[in-house]
């Protein structure tokens, strides 16, 4: 019998990988990502299937579902984009690739997934899981990082959005906040700060609770933080 379909968009060697990771144990796989060497190297691991994909680019989006030979029962949008400066001095066009990237590619994830999803056939009363991937920009804004904040509090109201439309036809939504500094490859937690970082494999096993709750206790948005955030 065939695996259930995973879907993740936006792939590198730090949380997406541990992604990848954790559901290849009982999923198929297709990751897309803008370029593919560190894609490469995660789907040599896992098994996956790989697409090159500008996420804002809806006929691309839409393909990439379209191709799958059933709906998905996993979605997770990972990119966002970041232009940091004073606002009285940011540049307009940049801005809007930013807002473009976290916020708009994150809603033609939703769409299309949603799409074929509403499709599928409910297993225990879901028929797939959305997923997106926030952070505490989404929640209170930074100075000097406004154009963050602007597209992850547009991700966070599209999947609370999203949530109250689809959770009535067996779409579990949900938006994740991920509330510090990642550990990914190459950084170094401070030695007399032991667990001030988050470690993505432990991350990817919220999302992997997050996948496996149950319809009758679904949660639509969720923090992960270390002890050293203040919130």
Sequence with gaps: MDKPRA??????????AALARELA?????????RSGAKMREVAAGTGAETVLLDATDEA????LFDALPRPPRVVIYNPSAR???PVA????GD?????EVTAVGAFLTGKHAARRMLDAEPVDGCRGTILFTGASAG???FPRSAPFAMGKFAQRGLAESMARELHPEGIHVAWVNIDGAILNP??????DRPGSMLRPDAIARTYRHLIEQDRSAWTHEIAVRPWVETF
């Design 25 to 33: 144990r009982d999923h198929d796989l297709t990751l897309a990502a």
């Design 95 to 99: 801005v809007r690739r930013a807002i």
């Design 139 to 141: 929640v209170k804004g």
């Design 60 to 63: 691309a989006v839409a393909a």
């Design 7 to 16: 879907v993740i968009i936006g792939v590198g060697d730090g949380l997406s």
């Design 186 to 191: 190459g950084r170094v937690e401070p030695g």
């Design 89 to 92: 001095e940011l540049d307009v």
């Design 83 to 85: 232009v940091r400066g």
